[in-house]
């Protein structure tokens, strides 16, 4: 059974940093992508980053040069570090993963697992 389980949510003010990680059980597929989401409160989920076996990687344009997602290798830790964070960044943080190849989409409905979400909360 796969199972995501996120950490490294937190509360920090505007232009501060937080890195958030993605831990796989049951997961061995080799060939994947990967990619965290967003959903703030009255707002629909929107992808932030994605990446994919081969160290592909995509960003939303408002978290370009401040988020970066990584991953050493398919059995190591999703991670996103988020720097300068914004108030607009707040909100509920998820990662996903899929059993296909890249590139790296950033739909949701294109990925099948999910985990719980880590919060995130930026104050001004």
């Known amino acids: 059974q796969v199972e995501l389980v996120e950490s490294g949510g937190g509360s920090v003010q505007a232009g501060g940093s937080l890195r958030l990680s993605c831990r796989a059980s049951?997961?061995?597929?080799?060939?994947?992508?990967m990619g965290w989401f967003r959903q703030a409160p009255g707002k629909e989920r929107e992808g932030v980053a994605g990446?994919?076996?081969?160290?592909?990687?995509v960003y939303i344009d408002s978290v370009k040069g401040r988020f970066t997602v990584s991953r050493a290798n398919a059995k190591d830790p999703l991670y996103l570090v988020m720097n300068n964070l914004k108030t607009e960044d707040t909100a509920m943080y998820y990662c996903?993963?899929?059993?296909?190849?890249?590139?790296?989409?950033?739909?949701?409905?294109?990925?099948?697992?999910w985990g719980q979400g880590t919060q995130v909360t930026v104050s001004s």
């Open positions: 049951g997961y061995t597929y080799s060939e994947d992508c």
């Open positions: 996903a993963a899929r059993w296909e190849r890249g590139p790296p989409p950033l739909g949701g409905y294109q990925y099948r697992f």
């Open positions: 990446i994919d076996s081969d160290g592909n990687t």
